[in-house]
């Protein structure tokens, strides 16, 4: 459209010169007001991207801050217990050594003496050198603060760096100073972590100490690490004055004298108890990051100008030619309006970014949101569809172009999803849509696009993708919603189960129950679950065929931002090969190898819980020794593989001729073991139910035997003796029933006999002795013996064993009291009197530097253990009497984890965490769960002497020792052997991996005065 002439008048001319002031001063008023805007934002990013640098440094330290420490307190509680074992100046190098290796950036491990003299060290070149004129160990000296960890300033190392370095006092027994431990980190470790944060060539990182000395910068600047920062008005001091974390100064640095925006932060953390801070300060030359803005603002400012010198000279020549830019004036007013409305149509079409593609011209045009997507600056690109393919990730290229060389061909609409590769690296994911103009005759002639970032979706899919894959893991998992109804299951829970996901989904985790837990056990597992979102242990499932199989079970509840539980999500994996591997382990504990039957380890463990159940019923129980006539001569005439043979055919028949619930045991050679259990309560019944046994057992003995090509008659003789929750020990019943079958064997073999164990004189005898426990524990007749307990040839403690001054019948041995103690319940006053006494004379030795290091093992009863109130009785004796818990090492029995397992458990960690240490007695006498086991938190297994005493002549004694031995490694527990009478005992054991004793070989139980002689002999050999 064409616009009619209009005249030219003065004031409208006027008006025209005063407009073009006006939009000039504007427009130099906007470019100057955004220049300013861009620096303040450029300034802002700078001092936050600073700020993140260095709060990063924070992150990659503090951990490394925590390592260091767990170090040097586990250096420092443990070495007293390191120096004590054998080679323990090697071994405490040798530890020190580990933890430096497996520490990442640890240089440099010392043990300094209260004299500040390096006793111990991971670099043993060290050893003997003193630190003692160095200001920070006479400070921690001064102080002697355990709980402080000193951030030790700047030390310059041999090959002229600067060190980090923490350390930690330690404390003696008595609470004195003791030394310190000493950890120091490469240099070269710490730079990494401040080259991290690097990302530009005009910064630099520092790293100093609370008192202002610099310890590195990065890059290496070596003529500055030591400086001192903390000068008056310096920017080290206004940020420690200023009490804050993190401050960013912009300001000349006094160390470098440059110009500098710097960030600094202080890292201080709580759990630490650092004496001092450390501060890690971020730096960037100020010119480097306001260079571009000032390539900016002179662009525009030469931008500005000559705009303003065409906006003169074209005003001048619009008002002279004014009727012919008017009508170029209304004509480019059109083609405006036309691409205006070109890009609405883009707009409407997808409502995200659209370009335009001339391809007549070739030209192609982006809007800004494409700019912006495509992370191009539009003055420094292309504007060609070539151009536009560079910017789309080459393995893409190819696919993008042939979807839109197709659609101009079909002249079809097309839609394609590709990535763009950023300048830095990183991949984004677009979706773009495209349509093309043709003309009448079919050439093309425009395309039009849009572009969208899915990006996020894209991410979204693959974190999806890899969720289905965890999901589809080696380890079966489920899915339930908050009321346990099945949603999804995974193949390996499929496999595992039988159950298909048709068959599971909609059902409840109780399809898979076996019936082998009770509802407490559900309700309690539901209550944790309930308590703390999960829970985890054993339990014994049903698959689809029907076999019940044992697995180890997960499960976690999934919570909205609520709390409120949505999902449930259960995965467990089937152990059913380790439980052989456990079944295996107990085999060869407790069964003889040969016949197959208990051995004496389980037959006693079996015996104890007769006698224990024979006690709570008042049922009699009866013990039967079997011993096979003539079974030498057998072995020495047909040799001892036919000896073997009728050995294990005796056990068959053994087991055949007695009840279920009654016990066949193979002791050695040619003597067997028979427990009948569940008698008559009546003597005399009891009697005639066992005549009816034996004889049917001498039956069935006295049938031929085939070894294997030759006929064998053997008989054997028996001897018995009836029990009936009476307090005679197990060796007593033994002996009884031995004696009894000699009885046999006087009588001419094949035959039996009952001991006569004088039940009337035996009663009376209880009660009296009943009478008198009482009153020993009223007027404190009991006292204290110590049976020595030694690590390699250094004597370490003691076990304290309780012994009975009787004013009639002199000092009584533990096994004629105790268990009349454990059966009338008096074991708990006098087992309250044993530890009273026991805790009092560590307190004692504590304060005999010769004597200080000893530790006591005190037994504790099942009983004692079983009280609500134990660890606050344990608790209590150690503060009344002021004895340090870590010499305390209570011994418990297996017998004790019977029952209420997770009580036991839950005890021993309370005590634990006290400092109190934890033996298992007897260990291999009893029956416990491995599983249980690695979950007590003991400190040591003990060999029972039972295992010691013939464990040179007897293959199953010396393989359960080793077996023990093995396990205990494995667990990382201690181990120690009782009863070590002779020297080759003690070289067989030692040969073993034991290398603690306690035994007649060292001392026997002696009063404290005889004990403390021997003491007093090893301090002067």
């Known amino acids: 459209m064409s616009l009619a002439p209009r005249p030219l008048r003065g004031s409208r001319f006027l008006g025209e010169w005063l407009f073009l002031l006006a939009a000039l001063t504007a427009f130099g008023g906007y ?4 220049q300013y805007q861009d620096y303040l934002q450029i300034e802002i990013q700078e001092r936050e991207r600073l700020t993140t640098e260095a709060a990063v440094i924070e992150k990659n330290l503090v951990p490394q801050l925590h390592s260091a420490n767990h170090a040097l307190e586990t250096i420092r509680d443990d070495l007293s217990h390191w120096r004590m074992e054998k080679d323990g100046q090697w071994r405490t190098n040798r530890r020190l050594q580990v933890f430096a290796d497996i520490l990442p950036g640890m240089r440099v491990l010392l043990v300094v003496d209260a004299d500040g003299r390096i006793t111990a060290s991971n670099n043993a070149t060290l050893v003997g050198a003193s630190l003692a004129h160095r200001e920070w160990f006479q400070l921690a000296a001064r102080n002697n ?31 004195e100073f003791g030394g310190v431990v000493y950890a120091s980190f490469d240099p070269d470790f710490a730079r990494t972590q401040l080259d991290s944060v690097l990302y530009t060539p005009d910064a630099w990182a520092a790293l100093a100490h609370g008192d202002g000395k610099l310890f590195m910068m990065a890059p290496e600047k070596k003529h500055l690490a030591g400086t001192d920062l903390a000068t008056p008005g310096s920017l080290f001091t206004r940020h420690r004055d200023s009490g804050q974390k993190t401050n960013v100064y912009t300001d000349r640095v006094a160390a470098t004298g440059e110009q500098r925006m710097i ?28 260079a571009s803005w000032q390539r900016a603002t002179t662009l525009h400012a030469l931008l500005f100008g000559i705009v303003a010198v065409v906006a003169v000279l074209s005003l001048g020549f619009y008002q002279r030619r004014q009727r012919g830019l008017q009508d170029i004036a209304d004509r480019h007013e059109q083609a405006l309006q036309a691409s205006a409305d070109r890009l609405n149509e883009a707009q409407r079409i997808a409502q995200v970014g659209n370009w335009t593609l001339d391809l007549v011209s070739g030209e192609l045009t982006w809007s800004d949101q494409v700019f912006r997507l495509f992370e191009i600056d539009p003055a420094r690109f292309g504007a060609t569809y070539d151009a536009f393919l560079n910017a789309i990730h080459p393995d893409d290229r190819e696919a993008v172009h042939q979807a839109y060389a197709e659609s101009l061909v079909t002249r079809q609409p097309y839609e394609v999803t590709h990535r763009l590769r950023m300048n830095d690296g990183r991949i984004k994911w677009v979706h773009e849509k495209c349509l093309s103009e043709f003309d009448a005759t079919g050439k093309p002639l425009r395309s039009l696009g849009t572009v969208q970032d899915i990006t996020d ?29 099945i949603l999804r299951v995974n193949r390996a829970f499929v496999q595992i189960t039988g159950y298909t996901p048709a068959e599971a989904v909609g059902q409840t985790p ?44 997960t499960i976690s509840a999934v919570k909205d931002d609520s709390g409120t539980v949505t999902h449930y999500i259960g995965s467990h994996y089937d152990i059913t090969e380790r439980k052989i591997a456990e079944e295996k382990i107990r085999q060869l504990a407790f069964f003889d190898q040969l016949t197959g039957l208990p051995n004496r380890t389980l037959l006693m463990d079996r015996l104890r819980q007769t006698m224990a159940a024979s006690s709570r019923s008042g049922g009699h129980g009866a013990l039967l020794f079997i011993d096979l006539d003539n079974f030498k001569m057998l072995n020495d005439t047909l040799g001892h593989d036919k000896g073997d043979l009728l050995l294990k055919q005796v056990a068959q028949r053994l087991k055949l001729c007695v009840r279920e ?39 069935s003995l006295n049938q031929d035997y085939l070894l294997a090509d030759v006929v064998h008659h053997s008989t054997a003789s028996i001897g018995i003796t009836l029990f009936m929750g009476d307090p005679t020990s197990i060796d007593e019943l033994m002996k009884q029933a031995d004696l009894a079958m000699y009885k046999s064997k006087e009588a001419g073999r094949n035959t039996w006999h009952f001991f006569d164990p004088g039940m009337e004189s035996a009663v009376k005898e209880r009660a009296a002795l009943e009478d008198d426990l009482r009153l020993a524990l009223q007027e404190q007749q009991f006292v204290l013996h110590f049976q020595a307990q030694v690590v390699g040839e250094r004597l370490t ?6 012994r009975w001054q009787h004013p009639q019948r002199g ?68 503060k009344n009497t002021g004895a340090n818990p870590r010499f305390l090492k209570l011994e418990l029995t297996e017998s004790l984890l019977v029952d209420n397992v997770q009580d036991i458990i839950g005890k021993m960690f309370a005590l634990k965490a006290r400092g109190v240490g934890f033996a298992l007695d007897d260990f291999g006498t009893g029956y416990s769960s491995l599983s249980y086991l690695k979950r007590l938190p003991l400190d040591q297994l003990k060999i029972d002497q039972s295992f010691v005493r013939d464990i040179l002549v007897d293959p199953n004694d010396a393989a359960i020792a080793r077996t023990i031995v093995a396990l205990a490694e494995s667990l990382g527990l201690g181990v120690i052997a009782e009863g070590v009478e002779t020297e080759t005992q003690r070289e067989f054991l030692a040969k073993s991996g034991c290398h603690a004793f306690q035994g007649y070989l060292y001392s026997k139980p002696v009063p404290l005065d005889k004990f403390e002689e021997l003491m007093t002999a090893e301090a002067v050999a």
């Open 31 to 34: 470019i100057g007001y955004s």
């Open 457 to 485: 979706g894209k991410l979204a899919e693959i974190e999806l993708r890899i969720a289905a894959a965890a999901f589809d893991s080696q380890e079966a998992m489920m899915v339930t919603d908050a009321n346990s109804v």
């Open 510 to 553: 109780r399809l898979l129950q076996s019936g082998r837990h009770d509802k407490t056990f559900y309700r309690e597992m539901w209550e944790a679950i309930n308590r703390t979102g999960t829970w985890q242990g054993e339990v014994w499932d049903r698959r689809k065929d029907g076999t019940v199989y044992p697995k180890w079970l």
């Open 145 to 175: 603060a355990p709980q402080t960890l000193y951030l030790i300033p700047p030390i310059k190392s041999l090959i002229d760096t600067y060190v980090m370095a923490l350390a930690r006092s330690v404390a003696r027994p008595n609470g």
């Open 811 to 878: 000092m009584v041995p533990p096994g004629e009291f105790i268990p009349l103690a454990e059966d009338t319940g008096l074991i708990l006053p006098l087992g309250e009197w044993v530890l009273d006494a026991a805790c009092r004379q560590l307190a004692r030795w504590a304060t005999q530097p010769e004597l200080a290091h000893l530790t006591l093992a005190v037994n504790v009863s099942a009983h004692q253990f079983g009280q609500v109130d134990f660890v606050d009785q344990v608790l209590a004796v150690l």
């Open 797 to 802: 403690g003691a076990e304290v064993l309780v």
């Open 263 to 290: 960030a600094q932060r202080t890292i201080h953390p709580d759990d630490l108890f650092m004496d001092k801070p450390l501060v890690v300060a971020v730096s960037r030359d100020p010119r480097t990051i306001f």
């Open 661 to 699: 619930g009654d016990t066949v045991a193979h002791l050695s050679g040619d003597e067997f073991v028979v427990v009948l259990a569940g008698l008559d309560a009546d003597s005399a019944d009891a009697a005639a139910d066992i005549e009816a046994i034996v004889e049917k057992i001498l039956a």
